[in-house]
């Protein structure tokens, strides 16, 4: 017959509240070291991009957030970037989880981090975006230009994304990672030369 006394629960329950604070501490720590991994950006780095209507460049939304065309400047250069705002109850743990496995992935089907920025609204992901021009628009998601009757985009170009996706994939596989949500409005698609465009799987998954 087990026999359990008042000092035995209370001393279980200290020893609760001991590992519970440790595994915080543990969680705190983790995420720290994340930020260090991840180079943290000043919102005010961060401008919006307009087209020639002034118009904000919205690459896609969806239940993560929104994905918009911006600027961000560094040492007097101004560079043109895909900023996920993310929805207003993703915690910066969830961001930095993102970015810190993007900066881990080594393939031109995905695209690189620049870092990550945390806002009162929203906290976002600074990400590289190509094709974009004197405010003309060249990149979108797979989605919008399948949509798009201004976009044309050759057969032959077409199977040149897929097959890029397609080893964008693999090499996921290959590394453990599975996406978990792979569609149009996640794959950008950038035009990087004449006639040639270059897929950028986004959106990738957090635990």
Same mark, same amino acid.
């Given at each position: 017959?087990?026999? *359990?006394?008042?000092?035995? =629960?209370?001393s279980?329950?200290k020893? %609760?509240r001991?590992?519970?604070?440790? +595994?915080?501490?543990?969680k705190?720590?983790?995420?720290?070291?994340k930020? /260090? =991994?991840v180079k943290? %950006?000043?919102?005010?780095?961060? =401008?919006v991009?307009?087209?020639?209507? /002034?118009?904000?460049?919205?690459?896609g939304?969806?239940?993560?957030?929104i994905c918009?065309?911006?600027?961000?400047s !560094?040492?007097?250069?101004?560079?043109?970037?895909?900023?996920k705002? &993310?929805?207003?109850?993703?915690t910066?743990?969830?961001?930095?989880?993102?970015?810190? $496995?993007?900066?881990?992935?080594?393939?031109?089907?995905? #695209?690189? @981090?620049?870092g @990550?920025?945390?806002?009162?609204?929203?906290?976002m992901? !600074?990400?590289?975006? +190509?094709?974009?021009?004197?405010?003309?628009e =060249?990149?979108?998601?797979?989605?919008?230009?399948?949509?798009?009757?201004? @976009? +044309?985009?050759?057969?032959?170009?077409w $199977?040149?994304?897929?097959?890029?996706c +397609?080893?964008?994939?693999? &090499?996921?596989?290959?590394?453990?990672? *599975?996406? /978990?949500?792979?569609k149009?409005?996640?794959?950008?698609?950038?035009?990087?030369?004449l006639?040639?465009?270059?897929p950028? %799987?986004?959106?990738? #998954? !957090?635990?």
């Amino acid at each position: 017959m087990l026999i *359990v006394t008042q000092s035995s =629960l209370d001393s279980s329950s200290k020893a %609760i509240r001991i590992l519970k604070r440790k +595994c915080q501490t543990l969680k705190e720590l983790r995420s720290q070291c994340k930020v /260090n =991994l991840v180079k943290e %950006i000043n919102q005010d780095q961060l =401008l919006v991009a307009k087209d020639s209507h /002034n118009n904000e460049i919205v690459f896609g939304q969806g239940r993560f957030g929104i994905c918009k065309l911006m600027s961000l400047s !560094v040492s007097g250069e101004s560079v043109k970037d895909a900023v996920k705002h &993310y929805a207003e109850l993703t915690t910066k743990e969830a961001v930095v989880d993102e970015a810190s $496995l993007l900066s881990r992935i080594s393939h031109e089907a995905f #695209p690189f @981090v620049f870092g @990550v920025a945390f806002g009162e609204l929203h906290n976002m992901l !600074v990400l590289e975006v +190509c094709g974009i021009t004197e405010g003309i628009e =060249l990149s979108f998601t797979i989605h919008r230009s399948l949509q798009s009757k201004s @976009v +044309c985009i050759t057969e032959t170009s077409w $199977l040149h994304i897929l097959m890029q996706c +397609c080893k964008g994939f693999h &090499y996921l596989h290959s590394n453990g990672i *599975v996406h /978990n949500d792979i569609k149009g409005d996640n794959i950008l698609i950038a035009k990087v030369n004449l006639g040639e465009w270059q897929p950028k %799987i986004i959106d990738l #998954p !957090v635990k």
